[in-house]
């Protein structure tokens, strides 16, 4: 498993801007994806975005396409994920995961942080 450690989540007014960042504890493999998923109260686990650690393949949720951007730095062993245009209803707890292949499926990732608030007001 690698160890996850998320940070950046606050408070934020509509519009605003936050970048997440989310580093590993190890190196990671080439094959691996890196991805964040968000829950917000009362509501399932979902997909926000992914990359590809070796080419930097992106996917993002129809929700966040053009407002969110993630990225990675592989020196640091580092993920991003910089949110601009918040709106109230981005409000969750932001998680980062990773896992081999491709998958965006929450029960697919084998390795999971512990997340960080972001809670946008209106």
Known sequence: QVQLVESGGGLVQAG?????SCAASV????????????QAPGKEREFVARITWSGGST???DSVKVRFTISTDNAKNTVYLQMNSLKPEDTAVYYCATTFGSSR??????????????????
Request: charged share 20%; glycine share 8%; aromatic share 14%.
């Open 16 to 20: 605003g801007s936050l970048r997440l």
């Open 27 to 38: 190196r990671t493999f080439s094959s691996r994806v890196m991805a964040w998923f968000r």
């Open 59 to 61: 996917l993002y949720a």
């Open 105 to 122: 499926r929450v029960d697919a990732m084998d390795s999971w942080g512990k997340g960080t608030l972001v809670t946008v007001s209106s």
